[in-house]
């Protein structure tokens, strides 16, 4: 798949001159027919022609040569980890977290459509150089303790990720992708060394809701059971969108299929909002509550309801055994930590996640998931109990 070049409105084509510009020569990617090039960084593997750029329009190949973004960043803000929607990971830490433009999916209720659409659609918002040096040493300056690539999606532009997160590394922080799921073997190998987390985006249920998306949801299963396998952290994320997925039993199979993949893996069930093309209501706090429950019921242990208000006790980490509050939570804000060592205040059991680097690396030995190879990664399917 791959798109021509149409005309463009003059602040998109303005933007688009820029960001290749700015452009790198690309590892992610093999030779094709002539001199096309296979762009890997992502499940749509564009064949471009010399000239031609992706569906992500920030992907682009450049006298048979293929170029992806670098050296830039879209915005940048130092805020709680939790504001990613990352509740095992080092609860309260402030994380720098950092976006591009472009996506390889048209999600219409998307929070950052002027970034993630902004090839698309018209943007204000120009590049501002950066280094990775440059921008690790303003998370450290901050306080910071990870470095969160997010906004659009982060792995088409895999290689300039790995780039900031080998220096993030480099100074004892932990790293963390926020994604679509929309990936490949090759993406999630080249980012590995140096990637702690990621968080996938569950979408939709099915394949024809995927598919008004701009994907399919095969590619985003297989991302997360294969970055679960790979020893990534995973926590996984699906904004409830009346009309999309507000399917009471797909979500209830959804949970089941969590549960088959690991019980440890945090579900956030998030409640979309009016935004961008997307105008209807937020899906209810009953069904939010309702669906958490049989979640609970089927196995999982952490599952999360977020922007309901009236659901914030479910915003709290429990623990699976005692049902005792760890981790209190409020407006995406730790508020209270009572974990001790990762361990359950009141019984000790141990609670899943990467609650500080002794644990990360404790958790990994425990389940055996140093770095095993992508084949290893277990299939995941929904509707197959
Ligand atoms: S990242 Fe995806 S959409 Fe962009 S060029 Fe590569 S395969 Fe195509």
Redesign the pocket.
């Known amino acids: ?1 791959s798109a021509a070049r149409r005309a463009l409105p003059l602040a998109v084509e303005r933007l688009s001159t820029e960001l290749d510009a700015r452009a790198a020569r690309a590892e992610l990617g093999e030779p094709a027919a002539g001199e096309a090039i296979r ?1 890997l ?2 499940a ?3 064949k ?1 022609k010399p000239g031609q750029h ?3 329009g920030v ?1 682009f190949n450049r006298d048979g040569e293929l170029y992806a973004p670098f050296g830039y960043v879209s915005r940048r803000y130092v805020r709680p980890v939790e504001t990613n929607t990352i509740f095992h990971v080092h609860p309260g830490a402030l994380a720098l977290t950092f976006g591009m433009y472009g996506c ?1 999916l048209r999600c219409p209720y998307c929070h950052n459509w002027y970034l993630s659409q902004a090839l698309r659609e018209e943007t204000t918002e120009g590049p501002t150089a950066m280094t990775p040096e440059a921008l690790v040493a303003e998370a450290i300056e901050a306080g910071a303790e990870v470095v969160c690539a997010a906004y659009n999606e982060p792995l ?1 532009a895999a290689e300039w990720v790995r780039a900031i997160f080998t220096e993030a590394r480099k100074h004892g922080l932990t790293t963390a992708i926020i994604t679509d799921g929309n990936s490949t073997a090759e993406a999630l190998e080249h980012v590995r060394p140096v990637t702690d987390v990621v968080r996938i985006d569950l979408k939709a249920l099915d394949d024809k809701s995927y598919r008004t998306l701009g994907g399919r949801i095969e590619p985003v299963l297989e991302t997360l059971a294969r970055a679960h396998a790979m020893g990534f952290w995973v926590e996984v994320v699906t904004l409830v969108v009346p009309g999309l997925n507000d399917d009471v039993h797909g979500l209830r199979e959804l949970a089941s299929a969590l549960v088959r993949l690991d019980p440890d893996l945090p579900w956030h069930l998030n409640a979309a909002q009016p935004r961008y093309r997307h105008e209807a209501p937020p899906p209810s706090t009953e069904f939010l509550l309702s669906v958490a429950g049989a979640a609970y019921i089927r196995g999982l242990r952490h599952v999360y309801v977020g922007n309901v208000p009236a659901a914030s006790a479910l915003a709290h980490t429990r623990c699976p055994e005692c049902h005792s509050v760890a981790v209190r939570r409020m407006d995406f804000r730790t508020t209270g930590n009572r974990l001790d060592q990762g361990r359950c205040p009141e019984c000790a059991t141990p609670l899943a996640g990467l609650w500080d680097a002794r644990h990360a690396a404790h958790r990994r030995a425990q389940r055996g998931q140093l770095s095993p190879s992508v084949e290893e990664a277990p299939k995941i399917a929904l509707g197959m109990e």
Request: charged content about 20%; glycine content about 8%; aromatic content about 0%.
């Open positions: 798949m762009c960084a992502c749509h593997r564009c471009l992706g569906l992500c992907r390889d088409i």
